[in-house]
């Protein structure tokens, strides 16, 4: 770790930090170029099915879980700037393995590879520039507003590059993975730039603290989380409502492409379509605070609804095999629908799940809810493959669609007279949480 002694150079280092995290935010939010024709790529270059496919990415979420304490321990041996290198140089060998994929088993490795990396970057990302920021009274106001113009800024070089992404795959196929691999290769030479800021705390840290007990500490505080929620009625509707929604966010980023595929969209349009979801995304994502006054306690039910009925919508129109104009028209809605959805439903149920929390017990809570969300997102995921196995993208969509709309229903209704309530009207065990 480089040491910063001087208050000149500490506060040098922090502006450095803050001009290179902007951007690099804004290159490393998500994978450029890949995601828009990653379907078409896997099967039509690759030879994968949308079964293996599924298969695959039901991996992912549960890497994201046996990660978890290895990628903790990891940053507090070697710091943030060293760990940021690792997870960006893990994206690239992913990445590479995507290029060179020659087996659903290569491709299983390559979804460890981004678990891997995106759980430091998610440890890491937003809390190094908040270091890197000045301890002033507008810290968290200056945090907010970088963070949205990085947001903002991912969002538009996304549908950018989305857009140039299908006609680069129609001149050669492996043009975007090449690309989405000089923007990995990118965000790590900007981590080296970086510098490793000192925490200013009173608290110790003991770095030689034996791996066993740190995993005993890691372990105690989940199981805490865990207490916690069965305690609070109100968390356990939020944690049951979070886990059906979550885990249909996995099957469906393959189900959707698939679907536009077995409808003869052409490639060079995967890419103007998926520009447009961006541009919907980015737009629903800063209304999150304007959903939740509009809806108040019915928040939860307008998303989770129009998610569902749009995967039924989805799923169904295929099915039905309408005209061709009106058979897209229907499928892009119910697209555009889960794209609007995805984004203020992201902020909310963090918001939701918050309330009522001091810090410890609120990354306590998140750590039982990430837990669970990545659990049955892989059980949901994994089945999902199976069915394809035996049933077309199209029926399984509509299946995936109509039990996910039942269960949620079900956790509505429960949740009703336990979620969404005024604070006096919540019982002591809800909102004092120990």
């Not at 099967?43 to 293996?52: E, F, I, R």
């Not at 897209?328 to 939701?352: E, M, N, R």
């Not at 009703?416 to 919540?426: A, F």
Request: glycine share 4%; net charge positive; hydrophobic share 45%.
């Amino acid at each position: 770790m480089e040491e910063i002694n001087d208050n000149t150079n500490l506060l040098k280092h922090k502006k450095t930090n803050q001009r290179i995290m902007i951007i690099y935010k804004m290159l490393s939010y998500d994978l450029l170029f890949y995601y828009t024709i990653s379907y078409l790529f896997l099967t039509n270059v690759k030879g994968l099915s949308t079964a293996q496919i599924v298969l695959c990415d039901s991996f992912y979420p549960l890497f994201k879980i046996i990660f978890q304490f290895p990628c903790t321990i990891l940053i507090q041996k070697i710091g943030k700037k060293k760990s940021l290198i690792l997870a960006n140089s893990s994206l690239a060998i992913a990445t590479l393995l995507i290029i060179g994929l020659t087996n659903m088993y290569i491709c299983i490795l390559a979804n460890a590879f981004w678990a891997f990396g995106f759980v430091i970057k998610l440890m890491v990302d937003s809390n190094l520039f908040y270091d890197s920021l000045e301890n002033t009274d507008y810290k968290r106001e200056k945090f907010t507003k970088c963070e949205g113009i990085s947001l903002s800024g991912y969002y538009f070089i996304d549908a950018i590059t989305a857009l140039l992404t299908g006609f680069l795959y129609i001149i050669n196929p492996f043009f975007p993975l090449f690309l989405s691999l000089t923007i990995n290769l990118l965000c790590l030479f900007l981590c080296t730039k970086l510098y490793e800021i000192p925490i200013e705390t009173n608290v110790k840290i003991n770095n030689s603290t034996k791996i066993s007990k740190q995993l005993k500490t890691y372990i105690n505080g989940t199981v805490e989380g865990f207490k916690i929620i069965l305690k609070s009625t109100r968390l356990k509707c939020l944690i049951l409502f979070a886990g059906i929604f979550s885990s249909l966010l996995n099957p469906m980023i393959t189900l959707r492409k698939s679907l536009l595929y077995d409808t003869n969209v052409p490639a060079e349009y995967f890419g103007v379509i998926f520009s447009l979801m961006g541009i919907i995304a980015s737009y629903s994502s800063s209304r999150a605070l304007a959903i939740h006054k509009k809806h108040k306690n019915k928040s939860l039910t307008f998303l989770g609804l129009s998610f569902t009925l749009s995967i039924i919508l989805s799923g169904s129109t295929v099915l039905l095999n309408y005209p061709k104009f009106f058979m897209y028209f229907l499928l892009l809605l119910s697209i555009a629908i889960q794209y609007s959805v995805i984004g203020p439903y992201d902020t909310l149920i963090k918001q939701y799940l918050s309330s009522f929390c001091s810090s410890d017990m609120r990354l306590k809570i998140f750590s039982a809810n990430t837990f669970v969300t990545s659990c049955v997102s892989t059980i949901v995921s994994f089945l999902c493959s199976l069915f394809l196995i035996h049933y077309s993208n199209a029926t399984v969509t509509l299946m995936l669609g109509i039990i996910s709309f039942i269960l949620i229903v079900i956790t509505l209704n429960y949740m009703s007279t336990r979620v969404g309530l005024k604070p006096e009207q919540y019982t002591n065990k809800d909102i004092n949480l120990k």
